[in-house]
């Protein structure tokens, strides 16, 4: 739960000053972890506005979306079964194809 307050105090704080947000998110057990605390630290920080933020999924592995090793497709599985809610628009490719 600290991390999750931590990204939802450093989003709110970067939207008021910045007016945007950026974070990156590995996977793992980030994954789980965001997933289950983000929403309610969220939920409790005003000002945060994750439709201001700018989401960077970092992947070690060159593999399509689909794949069982790709960290966007695990935060997106995730989302659909009652994660943090999906993001508006759809993931730019990065340099890499991923």
Same mark, same amino acid.
Do not use: I, K, Q
């Given at each position: 739960? &600290? %991390?999750?307050?931590?990204?939802?105090? &450093?989003?709110?704080?970067?939207?008021? #000053?910045?007016? *945007?947000?950026? $974070? =990156?998110?590995? !996977?793992? #057990?980030?994954?789980?972890? %965001? &997933? *289950?605390? $983000?929403?309610?630290? $969220?939920s409790?920080?005003? =000002? &945060?506005?994750?439709?201001?933020? $700018?989401?960077?999924?970092?992947?070690?592995?060159?593999?399509?979306?689909?794949?069982?090793?790709?960290?966007? !497709?695990?935060? *997106?599985?995730?989302?659909?079964?009652? =994660?943090? =809610?999906?993001?508006? /628009?759809?993931? *730019?490719? /990065?340099?890499? /194809?991923t």
């Amino acid at each position: 739960a &600290a %991390l999750a307050r931590l990204v939802a105090e &450093a989003a709110a704080a970067a939207v008021a #000053s910045e007016g *945007r947000f950026t $974070l =990156g998110l590995s !996977g793992g #057990s980030m994954v789980e972890l %965001l &997933a *289950r605390e $983000l929403p309610p630290a $969220l939920s409790a920080t005003p =000002g &945060a506005e994750p439709a201001r933020w $700018l989401v960077a999924f970092c992947d070690e592995r060159l593999v399509p979306p689909e794949h069982p090793d790709s960290t966007y !497709g695990a935060y *997106r599985v995730r989302s659909a079964r009652g =994660g943090p =809610g999906r993001a508006p /628009g759809r993931p *730019r490719e /990065g340099p890499s /194809g991923t």
